[in-house]
């Protein structure tokens, strides 16, 4: 039997156990996927204090084993990464010690991994610790990393005086290792030290090795560009599927969507809407920062509320954006419909209902929100960039293709424009139908995106250590 493929997946949080973003998600799919190909994948993230697991560790799936570092000091705190007032000021040590144990517990565990998996900053040391303290170490003589990059604009900053708190020694405090303007760059040793760097579109792979979303690593992004792919993540459709969906009270397929619309009656009643179901629904669901496009959005909210539809929003963040929405719900009760909270159900009930889903980012590095919204019906409005460039294509009305309505300027007149495109081809029933049944057909499945991985581990297993730091 050929030998099978020994993959350490590396993260600081995974869905199940811990979340605070999309990366819990990747880290809880990806790697199931990945066994479902065969593939011998060991999960290790922290023991935080909400994990109630016996000893340490547990499952994904029925097969993937998943490894807890437990150290309670740094790890049994109420958040992952900071409280509401700012990350905790030791971040550097807790992260430093997890990419430490990640090569005990390899170790203890008998397995010697062909790649070790990292994503993220909180990971990014597991490179520079493979190169450094380890690098004499049999157990680790043929494995390589990767580093997956799901959002450059969170690096794992610190201040000079922290640098001996990695173990690392002063050399690598340089403009070739770890230095960044004078501070210390975790992911930035990450990206140097690693042999292959991903991301998680193929759009936004390209746009970091451009000033306005490299956050100053554009350079060192394009040095490395022959080593760096872009990889869109997946979703799972048997967890966001209207056909099996827990939550929404009428199931539905394309051949049974009249189903939806009683879905937005029933959202509409329980909101305060009016009911109608012939009503323009639009929908949001994001965290309220800048990131999502919440600043284009906010000068022409009142002008969309003008119109002839209606809004609901979920979402929670930033203090200001609260602060406007509130005045929102004062103004127009009937029309809108504002929930400034975290709710996981009523996202679902959101997405079965709403006719249109807005996500006008700034950047989105890959982007869940459109792709669900695609599987329930509910056409996207985006910005063109990052992984919505790369899974909502333009309504084109003369060939009668597309899924969605992009837009490129980042302003709100080109946000109003492209949601106006959509109001009218919602008043045209046919072609809207169309459109609806080829966003419900669409594929970003995790096979798919766990084929291209596997292609990679391959690919970095076949070239030789000069050939992938040319
Ligand atoms: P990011 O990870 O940058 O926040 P993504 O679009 O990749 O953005 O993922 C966000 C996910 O979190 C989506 O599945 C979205 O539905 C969900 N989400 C965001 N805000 C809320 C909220 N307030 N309540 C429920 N779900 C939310």
Redesign the pocket.
């Known amino acids: 039997m050929a030998k099978r493929l020994k993959v350490l997946y590396v993260s600081s949080e995974v869905e199940p156990f811990a979340k605070t973003?999309?990366?819990a998600?990747v880290a809880g799919s990806l790697p199931v996927a990945l066994e479902k190909l065969g593939v011998d994948v060991r999960v290790v993230m922290p023991h935080y204090k909400n994990i109630k697991v016996n000893g340490n560790r547990g499952f994904l799936g029925k097969n993937v084993i998943v490894y807890f570092v437990n150290h309670p000091e740094y790890f049994h705190r109420d958040y992952l990464y900071g409280t509401p007032e700012g990350d905790y000021p030791d971040n550097l040590e807790r992260f430093a010690y997890f990419s430490k144990e990640i090569f005990n517990i390899a170790k203890e565990n008998n397995f010697s991994p062909d790649i070790i998996h990292c994503n993220d900053w909180q990971t990014a040391l597991v490179p520079v610790y493979l190169k450094t303290i380890f690098n004499e170490d049999p157990f680790f003589k043929n494995t390589k990393t990767i580093l997956t990059i799901?959002?450059l604009a969170y690096q794992g900053i610190f201040p000079k005086e922290h640098f001996p708190l990695l173990g690392l020694d002063w050399s690598l405090f340089n403009i070739d290792g770890l230095e960044f303007y004078g501070k210390v760059n975790i992911m930035k040793g990450g990206i140097v030290f690693s042999d292959f760097i991903t991301t998680v579109s193929p759009t936004y792979s390209k746009e970091i090795q451009t000033k306005e979303f490299g956050y100053g690593l554009e350079g060192l992004l394009t040095k490395r560009k022959e080593n760096l792919w872009g990889i869109l993540?997946g979703i799972d459709y048997e967890v966001w599927n209207p056909l099996k969906d827990p939550v929404i009270p009428f199931k539905y397929s394309f051949n049974t969507l009249q189903n939806k619309y009683v879905n937005k009656e029933y959202l509409q009643l329980e909101t305060g809407l009016e009911i109608n179901k012939d009503k323009p629904l639009l929908g949001i669901?994001?965290?309220l920062a800048d990131?999502?496009g919440l600043d284009i959005l906010a000068p022409i909210i009142e002008t969309l509320c003008k119109m002839d539809l209606q809004f609901i929003l979920?979402?929670?963040g930033d203090k200001v954006y609260h602060e406007l929405f509130e005045k929102i719900k004062v103004k127009y009760p009937r029309k809108t419909s504002i929930?400034l909270?975290?709710?996981?159900e009523?996202?679902r009930k959101i997405?079965a209902s709403a006719d249109i889903f807005l996500?006008p980012s700034r950047f989105?590095?890959?982007?869940?929100?459109?792709m669900?919204s695609l599987k329930y019906g509910t056409i996207p409005v985006v910005r063109k960039t990052g992984?919505l460039a790369d899974t909502v294509i333009d309504y084109e009305p003369r060939s009668d293709t597309g899924n969605g309505f992009t837009f490129t300027a980042y302003e709100s007149l080109s946000l109003l424009e492209a949601i106006k495109r959509a109001l009218s081809v919602y008043r045209d029933k046919k072609s809207w139908m169309r459109l609806i049944k080829r966003a419900m057909e669409a594929d970003f499945s995790w096979k798919v995106s766990a084929e291209k991985y596997l292609r990679l581990y391959y690919q970095v297993l076949a070239t030789s250590d000069s050939l992938l730091h040319l």
């Open positions: 973003g999309g990366l998600d799901h959002n993540n669901i994001t965290r990131q999502k979920l979402g929670t929930n909270k975290f709710d996981a009523l996202a997405y996500m989105e590095p890959c982007g869940l929100g459109q669900i992984g």
